[in-house]
DNA sequence: GCCAACGTTGGC
DNA sequence: GCCAACGTTGGC
């Protein structure tokens, strides 16, 4: 199994629509590093869910995978803002993978907290500019904000 | 709202 | 294939 931190805007998903709607097809990546390691997720891996650009930024919660890399609709959608013409030849250009609720967290782990962390420096969450929307974690990194949100 | 970081695009 | 210009992300 394993790990991951998918960011996301909660004024566009957060993770309290992730909890009411149970599961969602994370769409609308449009870069290349975060497609390959999408491509690489198995069913059962364990993602933390982080709210970018928001008051209270940080982790929020924990999200499974249940359904592995597929080709993104909304590519070949011309009417989404996330068509793609390349899609249409090549419909693995950009894909999506199913992540399921499986906790939200009572107290948001903050990324000024998870700076903090020794254990968490070589998070690439905690490395200046980093904006790349989906990458590993390690298992004890996830471990240790997980451990971090019970405190 | 600003702006640094950085990926992408397109002219050459 | 280089690199300047541009667009987007995301912290502050």
Do not use: C
Not at 16 to 26: A, G
Not at 93 to 102: H, I, R, Y
């Amino acid at each position: 199994m394993k790990f991951w931190l998918m960011k996301s805007e909660p004024e566009t998903y957060s993770i309290q629509d992730l909890e009411r709607d149970k599961k969602t097809l994370w769409e609308g990546v449009r870069n290349y590093q975060a497609r390959n390691f999408m491509k690489d997720m198995k069913k059962g891996d364990q993602i933390l869910f982080y709210h970018s650009n928001a008051k209270d930024k940080g982790v929020v919660g924990v999200g499974t995978i249940t359904e592995e890399a597929h080709p993104d609709p909304f590519a070949r959608n011309k009417k989404s803002k996330y068509y793609d013409p390349r899609a249409e030849e090549n419909p693995s250009l950009w894909v999506v993978v199913e992540v399921s609720w499986k906790k939200t967290f009572p107290n948001v782990v903050t990324l000024e907290r998870m700076k903090k962390e020794k254990k968490l420096q070589n998070m690439k969450l905690v490395q200046r500019g980093n904006r790349l929307s989906v990458f590993p974690v390690e298992k004890d990194e996830f471990e240790h904000v997980l451990s971090l949100s019970k405190v």
